[in-house]
Nanobody, 124 residues
Framework: QVQLVESGGGLVQVGGSLRLSCAAS????????MGWFRQTPGKEREFVAA????????YYEDSVKDRFTIYRNKAKNAVYLQTNRLQSADPAIYYC?????????????????WGRGRQVAVSS
């Protein structure tokens, strides 16, 4: 059974930064791609970022690619999302899924396992 547990998040002012973490357990973490998605009430879960199993390949949604960074630490079985210059459009619950490849980690339908999410809020 794969378990993904997000941590971090919280409340920050516009322009501020937060780091989200996702700890994985249950199988060989380093063999799978990881992603970050976000969701606000009444909307579909939205792709944010994805990273391949080697850590060399990453993808970003256009609105975050100059502000967010996804990276992973295989020794800690963890993936992170560093969010910088947070904007009023960024608040959401952020989820960490696992997928068979980086390309699949860009699509919620092709992700295999999900964490329970962490709230990110931005105050003006």
């Amino acid at each position: 059974q794969v378990q993904l547990v997000e941590s971090g998040g919280g409340l920050v002012q516009v322009g501020g930064s937060l780091r989200l973490s996702c700890a994985a357990s249950g199988r060989t973490f380093s063999s799978f791609a990881m992603g970050w998605f976000r969701q606000t009430p009444g909307k579909e879960r939205e792709f944010v970022a994805a990273i391949g199993w080697t850590g060399d390949l990453s993808y970003y949604e256009d609105s975050v690619k100059d502000r967010f960074t996804i990276y992973r630490n295989k020794a800690k079985n963890a993936v992170y999302l560093q969010t910088n210059r947070l904007q009023s459009a960024d608040p959401a619950i952020y989820y960490c899924p696992e997928a068979a490849g980086a390309w699949k980690a860009k699509n919620a339908a092709t992700c295999d396992f999900w964490g329970r999410g962490r709230q990110v809020a931005v105050s003006s």
